[in-house]
């Protein structure tokens, strides 16, 4: 049938092909390409109406080192760690950093030192949804001591986006507040209270300096919920919170609480003055559940 | 005492009515459908005589409603319990009990396409139901997907109750699905791993695990999802009980993991599984243990290409793709390494969206596009098998 051709394009490709999507000039022509960046064009019809497979690409082993494969793990995991130091450096309650994707990435051994990863990524900010091209460079210490990853990054359209009036909102309702505001975000249904997405947004950001000080090239974090905010006395103008917040670490597939205690105001962004990772209880399991 | 010790035992969740207090005084408990077997099992050991004083208590309150009949279907529209599937809200989160109505309702409604079939019990007993949709025939070709199997992954278990409403809505409409029916079966699983759904529910939302317990450890649960004997005891799995990724003792130690072992190989006519998880976007395929390539890695990795393309044609949702230990991380004992090592070639796992904003706590306006553009790259896959038999 039509599977024995398959197979003959499989082998004359495989053998010239590279890792990576590449695109099919003939396919442009289609119709149904979308302007969307992120789709693919579809194959050509080859046999009547039968669409084939065509099997172009050859799956490399993971590469470590060098020129990466920008869709497996090492890239991704780098980048990961630059989106929370993004969130460390400009994040606030109105402006989320998210990796949208990575393009490429080169890692290389520093002797004795760690290992470097070169980076070009795309990052979107979640609030306005703006999308930035950055370049990267992320360095993994090696060694006994358990020190976090350093970062240099270019990013610098989001950053300019307004969000000044908004903050100063923000900020002038909660001064002269102090309480505790409320238990997870979002709850167990993905729901978020308007009023307290920007806290939200503020733990987010402030758990990305928890992020970026325990990312190794073996994790990768996300924030998994807040489970719960304390507001504590304004002071120094600073508005000062007392989070509760659950990490997620894919690797390991761990929910990690940690507490944080931070300050925060429109001039001088999130400012971290105590971390805790919290032992959790989950190991005990109460007898009573209800 | 002996009673205490019904008190003690939280995995039957028990309700008592009237507490043991003074010796023989009757105590009155309320005993959830799936114990029922295991308490009356203890009771019966340890030499306690009870009666059964109200069979069915759902009915009861039901039959003693004084509401008149508009009283009562406001009543019901409050507590939002569908009277069939047509009217389930699939843009909501449910609890295990509205998707085990769900199915039920579903078969009733669709006598000649769906049926129920329980192919075993989980470590509390609860029904291990897996929809069957099927045309006919005789142990036909057949394609699998499951959902669920970790339990805070709450957008897989929604997305498989629409798939299964969509597949009964689809037949003799949708020519693709029809020719497939009308040759292949198609199995679902929805919650697969009911024990840990509860937990979610009602304790823990970010329980991932089974519920069986540990001997000489505080910590409950194996990970399904490295139970499985393919590389079972390699890198890639957790020895210690306490961790998300624990192996279990061995393979196949977990009743929701050996019920589809034994299906699968007793059905003997698989030709794709599909295992479905939560968040991150990707499409993979085996293997997980090993960084030996599949052998039918090309084919593998042009489906799923073709697949993701179609799922983000929909929404421009970016998937990846490629196989489990280079895309993901290494992982031993999954279910797809197994399956795939059992004949089924066209063996893929899904991990949904998102990237990691939301994470396992997805808005629940999310579920239906995530199922739409699922479906999609699902169809891809069905499509492809159904058009090389092998």
Redesign the interface.
């Known amino acids: 049938m039509g599977f024995g051709i398959i197979v003959f394009l499989a082998v004359i490709i495989g053998v010239l092909g590279s890792p990576g999507v590449t695109s099919r000039p003939e396919a442009a022509a289609s119709a149904d390409v979308s302007a969307h960046p992120n789709s693919v064009p579809e194959t050509p019809e080859i046999f009547g109406q039968e669409k084939v497979l065509v099997l172009e690409e050859v799956e490399e082993d993971v590469m470590m080192t060098g020129e990466l494969n920008p869709n497996q793990y090492p890239a991704q995991r780098a980048a990961k760690v630059v989106q929370h130091y993004l969130n460390t450096c400009y994040g606030s309650p109105y402006r989320v950093i998210g990796l949208n994707r990575v393009h490429s990435g080169n890692a290389q051994d520093v002797t004795d030192s760690g290992r470097k990863f070169q980076l070009e990524i795309s990052v979107q900010d979640f609030i306005s949804n703006k999308t930035e091209k950055c370049s990267a460079e992320v360095f993994f210490p090696s060694g006994g001591q358990q020190r976090s990853p350093q970062v240099h990054a270019s990013c610098e359209e989001l950053p300019k986006i307004n969000t000044q009036a908004q903050e100063e909102a923000l900020y002038q309702k909660y001064k002269t507040n102090q309480s505790r505001l409320s238990a997870e975000l979002p709850d167990s249904f993905g729901h978020i209270d308007p009023d307290m997405e920007p806290l939200w947004h503020l733990g987010t950001v402030a758990s990305s300096f928890i992020m970026l000080n325990e990312s190794t090239e073996n994790t990768l974090y996300n924030m998994a919920q807040v489970a719960n905010i304390t507001q504590l006395a304004t002071e120094n103008e600073q508005l000062k919170f007392d989070y509760h917040i659950l990490l997620h670490e894919m690797v390991s597939q761990e929910i990690i609480h940690w507490k944080l205690l931070f300050t925060w105001s429109p001039p001088a962004g999130v400012k971290v003055l105590q971390m805790e990772q919290l032992p959790h209880s989950h190991h005990h399991e109460p007898l009573n559940t209800r | 005492s002996l009673v205490k010790g019904l008190e003690?035992k939280?995995e039957f969740?028990l309700d008592f009515w009237r507490d043991a207090t003074e010796v023989d005084t009757p105590v009155d408990v309320r005993v959830p459908f799936f114990s029922l077997q295991s308490v009356k099992m203890y009771l019966e050991s340890q030499g306690i005589e009870y009666s059964t004083i109200i069979e069915d208590l759902d009915l009861l309150s039901r039959l003693d409603s004084n509401l008149s009949d508009q009283e009562e279907m406001d009543s019901a529209a409050r507590v939002a319990e569908p009277r069939n599937t047509d009217n389930f809200d699939f843009s909501?989160?449910h609890t295990i009990n509205e998707i085990y109505s769900f199915q039920d309702m579903l078969v009733a409604e669709n006598p000649n396409l769906v049926s129920k079939l329980v192919i075993g019990q989980s470590y509390q007993g609860r029904p291990l139901n897996v929809l069957k949709f099927s045309t006919g025939g005789a142990n036909r070709p057949a394609i699998w997907i499951d959902t669920g199997i970790h339990s805070r992954e709450w957008v897989t278990q929604a997305s498989g109750t629409w798939f299964a409403k969509k597949i009964v809505t689809d037949y003799g409409r949708d020519p693709a699905l029809t020719a497939i029916l009308n040759k292949m079966d198609i199995f679902l699983e929805i919650v697969t791993n009911p024990d840990g759904f509860y937990f979610?529910?009602?304790?823990?939302?970010?329980w991932?695990k089974t519920r069986s317990p540990n001997p000489g450890s505080?910590?409950?649960g194996v990970?399904p999802n490295r139970n499985w004997d393919a590389g079972f005891g390699g890198a890639g799995a957790s020895g210690n009980p306490?961790?998300?990724?624990y192996r279990g003792p061995r393979a196949h130690s977990e009743s929701e993991v050996r019920s589809i072992v034994d299906f699968v190989k007793s059905h003997g006519n698989f030709k794709a599984f599909v295992s479905i998880h939560a968040y991150?976007q990707m499409l993979l395929y085996p293997y997980g243990y090993t960084?030996t390539?599949v052998k039918d890695?090309?084919?593998l990795?042009?489906?799923a290409?073709?697949a993701i393309?179609d799922l983000?044609?929909l929404y421009?949702t970016?998937y990846?793709?490629?196989?489990i230990?280079?895309?993901?991380?290494q992982a031993s004992g999954g279910t797809i390494d197994w399956t795939y090592n059992q004949g089924i070639k066209y063996s893929y796992t899904f991990e949904l969206r998102d990237?990691?904003?939301?994470?396992?706590?997805?808005?629940?306006n999310?579920i239906i596009p995530t199922a739409r553009e699922t479906w999609l790259a699902l169809m891809t896959i069905m499509d492809?098998t159904f058009?090389?038999p092998y």
């Open positions: 003690d939280s969740e909501r989160y979610t529910h009602n304790n823990n939302r970010m991932r505080n910590c409950v990970d306490c961790s998300e990724t991150s960084n390539p890695q090309a084919e990795h042009a489906l290409k073709k393309t983000a044609s421009g970016r990846r793709y490629g196989s230990i280079n895309t993901i991380y990237t990691g904003r939301y994470g396992f706590i997805l808005p629940a999310q492809h058009k090389n």
